[in-house]
């Protein structure tokens, strides 16, 4: 624990001027980014009687070990440097909201020559048009389901609207009259990318003026007795009205406003979003936090606000942004979004009429979702405490295993030997830490066996072994663990091999568990614990014990064990076999360094197949376009060493195929799975 006033600046050295500033531990990584408009006043604010700090705030700073700042000429500069190195650095002490389901959206892509309607998720791409996002995907088809009679854009993907446009027959919708066709030619592009537009125009809620010219229509089509035609736009109509009443008025101004409500405790805080487009309620979305920092109602709306609009632009920020407090940077805040939608957004907290009720409702919402929120990690978190004390209790541990690390090997009968390693933090899985090794039969420079053949024990020393050396040097670069006039990396970043686990499980049991202890040992590695988890019984052994460790059937422990060790067994099988799947495709060809796929596919092209091109000679090598002597010499000693086992044969009929006939590019003679 750092004390503050080791690292405070001296006195008149902060500027008194706007900027952002950011806090970094002993080994130079960023834990905490603020924004101040006089960074003097703000820093000053840290450096004071840890009793008078908040518990959050004085934790963190008695986990720094100092303090930089960036001079910035306005405060929506501030903001936005401020939103840039949270993204970049994710620092610990700040609050990052996270969503509590990946929302749908309803997606328009103009930015192709044919705009097709669909659901997408994840981030948005330039030149799509999003509506949304909704509650639940089976809404947006619904929706679209009833609009596609009035407006037919394009709906299939681009395998299907390809193949239509081979055949010359349109899908069943181009049939029963919900698509336009444009893969048939029925329409033009210009005529299509129209009634697109048209599309999006109705639904971001320009809905009267449509409606109006659809009834006008319909009444001049009755006068002129075109009965048909005047039922078809009846239906038309219905249509559409009953797509709008899924979405009912809640502003009768037709705003298009964004409604943000908080509800905290002083853990956690969770946030929901109410879009409206035209009056009504076209998407909704909530994003659940915990209070890692000190930060009140207003603070929290900020730093929603940045996640919200950090990325968007036009009209994805809407003229109104109503929220239950203003930030303390509201005039800031308020260019910011203005800049980002183009024009002038109005930020601001309703106080009467029908966006005070909505907002209630808003607040509702948020209250329900952090009461549910908590219901589900209350249990979760139960289950999980159990299973890690469980764990510690078993493997009498000096405290709860909070960062669990486990390792598999995975081959085929001794080929493609690869391993995985899986991490669990808080007895969850921590995928962006997941790692995949290519067993390579060395550690560090030194060879220490062959590397061909099934030996799962020196598998697993080599990638022990070669995990934590990754880990001394990555404390090496941070200054954790130097030698001397060992200068710290200064990028603030986290690194992949930095933080050592409480815990390593091998998948295995006491040939196993004893060469992951051995790599431990022969890296001076003394703190952190080794245990293996044997498939046949599920027994659980430790080094140097004749006796396993068995845990009841029923324990949390044991389940979360089991979790951790067939999650490696998975990523690990994932990769044998991408890898071995890559080896069966491989060919002699491929093992011609230099050679790419366009001088392999002549030289296959040229003589036939590879059994001809083996028996080429250098000149008759050469006399392929782009063939130089060197990598003709170079083909064919690449083809003498990879000699044929012996003819292919027909498993169906018993005939030996002498590959005799021309082969064309893309065989499996090209391919090398005849040689």
């Not at 101040?36 to 959050?56: I, M, N, T, V």
């Not at 541990?397 to 960062?403: F, H, S, T, V």
């Not at 690194?495 to 051995?518: E, H, M, N, S, T």
């Not at 690449?638 to 082969?663: F, H, W």
Request: charged share 30%; proline share 5%; net charge neutral.
């Amino acid at each position: 624990m750092a004390d503050p006033s080791s690292y405070r600046p001296r006195p008149g050295e902060i500027p008194d001027s706007p900027g952002v500033y950011k806090f970094r531990d002993e080994h130079r990584r960023v834990i905490y980014v603020g924004k101040a408009k006089s960074l003097r006043q703000r820093l000053a604010s840290y450096f004071q009687d840890l009793a008078g700090l908040h518990p959050r705030t004085a934790t963190m700073v008695t986990t720094a070990a100092s303090v930089e700042w960036t001079v910035v000429s306005t405060e929506v500069e501030a903001l936005q440097l401020e939103y840039s190195w949270i993204k970049e650095y994710d620092p610990r002490f700040n609050v990052k909201y996270r969503d509590d389901k990946s929302y749908p959206s309803l997606a328009v892509t103009l930015n192709e020559q044919y705009p097709r309607v669909q659901v997408m998720r994840g981030p948005k791409k330039k030149g799509v048009r999003y509506f949304g996002p909704y509650g639940h995907a089976w809404a947006i088809r619904e929706t679209v389901d009833l609009m596609l009679r009035v407006f037919p854009v394009r709906t299939c993907s681009a395998g299907v609207f390809k193949r239509s446009a081979q055949i010359g027959r349109p899908c069943l919708l181009g049939y029963i009259g919900k698509c336009s066709a444009p893969c048939v030619g029925r329409i033009s592009p210009e005529d299509h990318r129209e009634l697109a537009e048209e599309f999006c125009d109705f639904m971001a809620g320009r809905t009267g003026a449509y409606l109006s010219r659809l009834e006008k229509e319909m009444q001049a089509a009755a006068e002129e007795m075109e009965y048909e035609k005047a039922a078809r736009l009846r239906d038309d109509i219905g249509a559409l009205r009953r797509a709008m009443e899924k979405n009912a008025v809640v502003l009768a101004d037709a705003t298009d406003a964004d409604l943000m409500a908080v509800a905290e405790d002083e853990l956690e805080a969770a946030v929901q979003i109410f879009h409206v487009r035209g009056g009504r309620v076209r998407g909704q979305r909530g994003w659940v936090t915990d209070k890692v920092e000190a930060v009140d109602t207003a603070g929290l709306v900020e730093h929603a606000l940045q996640q919200l609009y950090g990325e968007e632009s036009g009209e994805s920020v809407p003229k109104e942004v109503l929220v239950p407090v203003l930030p303390e940077d509201a005039p800031a805040l308020g260019q910011w979004l203005a800049e980002r939608r183009g024009s002038q957004v109005s930020l601001r907290v309703p106080q009467r009429g029908d966006k005070k009720s909505l907002m209630e409702t808003v607040r509702r919402n948020a209250q329900q979702s952090l009461a549910l929120h908590k219901t589900k990690r209350a249990s979760d978190l139960t289950t999980r405490s159990r299973a890690l004390e469980e764990i510690a209790e078993a493997l009498e541990l000096d405290g709860a295993p909070l960062r669990i690390e486990c390792f598999d090997i995975s081959h085929l009968q001794g080929d493609d030997v690869v391993a995985s390693m899986v991490v669990f933090e808080d007895g969850l899985a921590r995928k962006s830490e997941y790692r995949r090794f290519q067993v390579k039969g060395r550690v560090g420079d030194t060879q220490v066996w062959h590397g061909e053949g099934q030996d799962d024990v020196r598998s697993m020393h080599e990638v022990v072994s070669r995990r934590f050396r990754r880990y001394l040097q990555e404390k090496l670069k941070t200054g954790e663990w130097a030698p001397e006039d060992g200068e710290p990396e200064d990028d603030g970043r986290p690194k992949r091999f930095a933080y050592p686990p409480q815990l390593v499980v091998v998948d295995g049991g006491q040939p196993q568990v004893a060469a992951a202890k051995r790599a431990l040992e022969e890296l001076g590695i003394d703190d952190v614990a080794v245990c293996g988890l044997a498939k046949r019984l599920e027994e659980v052994w430790l080094p140097g014990e004749d006796d396993p460790v068995v845990l009841p059937r029923t324990s949390e422990g044991l389940y979360l064990l089991q979790r951790v060790r067939d999650e490696a067994h998975r990523f690990a099988i994932q990769y044998q076999r991408s890898k071995r799947g890559k080896r069966l495709k491989a060919g002699p060809l491929d093992e011609v360094p230099g050679l790419g796929e366009s001088r392999k596919h002549a030289l296959v092209k040229h003589f036939g197949s590879v059994k001809k091109l083996r028996q080429a000679t250098i000149d008759q090598i050469c006399e392929v376009p782009g063939i130089g002597r060197k990598t003709a010499e170079t083909v064919a000693a690449a083809l003498a060493r990879a000699v044929p086992a012996g003819p292919a044969v027909n498993t169906a009929t018993g005939e030996i195929m002498e590959d005799e006939a021309p082969a064309p590019a893309g065989t499996s003679s090209e391919r090398g799975i005849e040689q």
